[in-house]
């Protein structure tokens, strides 16, 4: 359905969020900055 396509898309941009967010967490500021 074109609701599960929509989806995938969030999905995976949650899982790079995430994985940013995890990144700056052991003292990564440039990471932050380069939001």
Excluded: F
């Excluded at 929509?6 to 990471?31: F, Y």
């Amino acid at each position: 359905t074109p609701a599960e396509s929509d989806q995938k898309p969030l999905i995976m941009i949650q899982h790079i969020c995430t994985a940013v967010d995890l990144g700056t967490e052991p003292g990564g500021t440039e990471r932050q900055s380069a939001r």
